[in-house]
């Protein structure tokens, strides 16, 4: 468990023992990477901002428990992205939405995380070669290199088994290597 895990759980305990202050450290800890994840899933940052108030509203009042309290982060990124998709349904007033259809944009992230440390800039090439990743494998790429996730708490946001978790990663990165090789960019995965 890293250590930002250890200190969510911290304040998660404390915050069930009566600390309010708690609480509201743990939502300043977590808000911009759920912003940030939830944007990448609908970009609307109304809707992202609005389904992170009601997750924590019920996590204040307490209306679920978690018996694995080292998992809330994961818990809750798996429940923006369940309040996302609701509101996205809710709003195309049709029941034909599909979870597998959100789009994941990685733009933003891979260039902050590859390309913003001075000397580079995002060419259309890289652009090109995340683009030819399925949005479930930029959603993975994204929670297990980004935000540093453990495969079981990937799994669990992207409701899959932890087999296919590392199923994906690994097809994820080899595509990526693939199509880096093709286009004959030097840097390394």
């Given at each position: 468990?890293?250590?930002?895990?250890?200190?969510?759980?911290?304040?998660?305990?404390?915050?069930?023992?009566?600390?309010?202050?708690?609480?509201?450290?743990?939502?300043?800890?977590?808000?911009?990477?759920?912003?940030?994840?939830?944007?990448?899933?609908?970009?609307?940052?109304?809707?992202?901002?609005?389904?992170?108030?009601?997750?924590?509203?019920?996590?204040?009042?307490?209306?679920?428990?978690?018996?694995?309290?080292?998992?809330?982060?994961?818990f809750?990124?798996?429940a923006?992205?369940?309040?996302?998709?609701?509101?996205?349904?809710?709003?195309?007033?049709?029941?034909?939405?599909?979870?597998?259809?959100?789009?994941?944009?990685?733009?933003?992230?891979i260039?902050?995380?590859?390309?913003?440390?001075g000397?580079?800039?995002?060419?259309?090439?890289?652009?090109?070669?995340m683009?030819?990743?399925?949005e479930?494998?930029?959603?993975?790429?994204?929670l297990?290199?980004?935000h540093?996730?453990?495969?079981?708490?990937?799994?669990?946001?992207?409701?899959?088994?932890?087999?296919?978790?590392?199923?994906?990663?690994?097809?994820?990165?080899?595509?990526?290597?693939?199509?880096?090789?093709?286009?004959?960019?030097?840097?390394?995965?």
């Amino acid at each position: 468990m890293s250590v930002k895990e250890k200190h969510i759980q911290q304040l998660y305990f404390q915050f069930l023992r009566g600390n309010d202050k708690a609480f509201t450290k743990l939502y300043d800890l977590l808000f911009d990477d759920l912003m940030h994840y939830g944007w990448r899933l609908c970009g609307n940052k109304e809707i992202v901002e609005d389904a992170i108030q009601d997750i924590f509203i019920k996590l204040y009042q307490k209306s679920f428990t978690l018996n694995d309290s080292s998992r809330l982060r994961a818990f809750l990124f798996r429940a923006i992205k369940n309040s996302i998709f609701n509101q996205l349904l809710r709003d195309s007033r049709s029941t034909t939405l599909d979870l597998e259809s959100l789009e994941f944009t990685l733009n933003y992230t891979i260039e902050e995380s590859l390309f913003t440390k001075g000397e580079y800039s995002m060419t259309d090439e890289v652009k090109k070669i995340m683009d030819s990743l399925t949005e479930r494998q930029k959603e993975i790429i994204y929670l297990r290199f980004v935000h540093d996730m453990s495969i079981d708490d990937i799994s669990q946001i992207m409701d899959i088994n932890t087999q296919s978790a590392r199923n994906l990663i690994s097809r994820s990165l080899q595509k990526l290597r693939d199509n880096i090789s093709n286009a004959s960019i030097v840097f390394f995965i």
